[in-house]
């Protein structure tokens, strides 16, 4: 079942999750409705992708061990090898006009579809005043070089001491905001030298800490190898998004196409192996607590405050993206399209990411 849906799963986790409920709770009633939500829940209160998490869940829901490594690797490996081959296409042939061509008309379209996902994640994420002041400060200090690492940390953790302040019995002690002493990101140096460990390390930092949609890897993404390490461009990171976009499966094997372009096979392996190891690991120590933590009021501050960061974080990337890829009239007219029908019509966007290639080449063709 996961290795089907790992082969046409489109449409980003919220549609992947759906899919997944159509099959174990409906068709194959392998669970209930009930018991499917308090695994979301759970996949919401751990770091990494909620897609893969619980297709990961739902395996050690049904068959323990092996079915939480079979559930994962199923989901996971069609994904990673059909971007394998893309990646390859793409260093062999990714400087040609033709590919660059597809590319064009490929990025503002991505642009749109995760401008689509932030807007529905922010309504979902801002629910209280609190949480709209604290996701306007992320953007901004985001903005002001601030480590995503720290903002997510802070708003987290600030959320939950404001929730549960009836709760607490300590003497009032002011509470400084982490996020605010963290030392800002450095501007852009010079490129690092390539080090595949390093870049495996980078990836499983990336998968223990990162909440919220997958989308919200860009903003890790950037910092680390755009701006950090200087291994990528802002255009390569673009490239590798519309690459993650147009196959099924999971956002993160957007790291696969990555350690495939800085270290071919090798890194490509590695780079998988890092950013969804963790989610493994967290989903195994987490289940046995499954129930527990969705009726804990402080999980549930955390996870407020981490959603409205991450969704903050989210936001500060598509601003910075959208620049690099919405140069032009024609991938102005792009973005604005696929915008309307996104959020109008709710066209898959894989039909988009295919129309925009097509726009793209053609107009270079003529």
Request: glycine fraction near 10%; charge should be positive.
């Amino acid at each position: 079942m996961f290795l089907r849906l790992g082969l046409t799963a489109f449409g980003g986790p919220a549609a992947h999750i759906a899919m997944m409920r159509e099959e174990v709770v409906r068709r194959r009633r392998w669970m209930s409705d009930q018991h499917f939500l308090d695994l979301l829940g759970a996949t919401h209160l751990i770091p990494g992708p909620n897609s893969t998490e619980m297709a990961i869940h739902i395996g050690y829901a049904r068959a323990g061990w092996p079915g939480l490594i079979v559930g994962g690797v199923c989901f996971i490996v069609p994904a990673m090898v059909l971007v394998l081959a893309l990646a390859w296409v793409y260093v062999r042939y990714g400087t040609l006009p033709e590919a660059g061509a597809l590319l064009y008309g490929i990025k503002p379209v991505i642009i749109a579809i995760v401008a689509q996902a932030l807007w529905g994640l922010a309504r979902t994420a801002v629910r209280s005043p609190l949480l709209a002041v604290l996701g306007a400060a992320t953007l901004i200090l985001y903005f002001l070089g601030v480590n995503e690492i720290a903002l997510l940390a802070g708003s987290a953790i600030v959320t939950m001491l404001a929730i549960n302040a009836s709760r607490l019995r300590a003497v009032h002690v002011p509470v400084a905001l982490p996020w605010v002493a963290a030392v800002p990101a450095a501007a852009q140096a010079a490129a690092a030298a390539f080090s595949t460990a390093t870049m495996f390390l980078t990836f499983l930092k990336i998968g223990a800490v990162l909440y919220g949609s997958g989308y919200v890897l860009l903003a890790f993404l950037r910092s680390d190898f755009v701006v950090r390490l200087g291994w990528l461009t802002e255009s390569q990171l673009l490239d590798a998004v519309a690459i993650g976009q147009i196959t099924p499966g999971p956002v993160f094997t957007t790291a696969t196409f990555i350690g495939y372009v800085l270290g071919g096979w090798s890194g490509a392996l590695l780079a998988t192996l890092g950013i969804f190891l963790p989610s493994f690991v967290f989903v195994a120590v987490s289940y046995p607590f499954v129930r527990r933590l969705r009726r804990s009021p402080w999980a549930a501050g955390l996870l407020d405050g981490t959603n409205v960061a991450a969704v903050a974080l989210m936001a500060g990337v598509t601003w910075q993206l959208g620049r690099a890829a919405i140069v032009d009239w024609l991938t102005v007219a792009l973005a604005v399209l696929s915008a309307i029908l996104l959020f109008r019509f709710r066209v898959n966007s894989a039909w988009l990411v295919a129309g925009g290639a097509v726009a793209g080449a053609a107009a270079v063709l003529l």
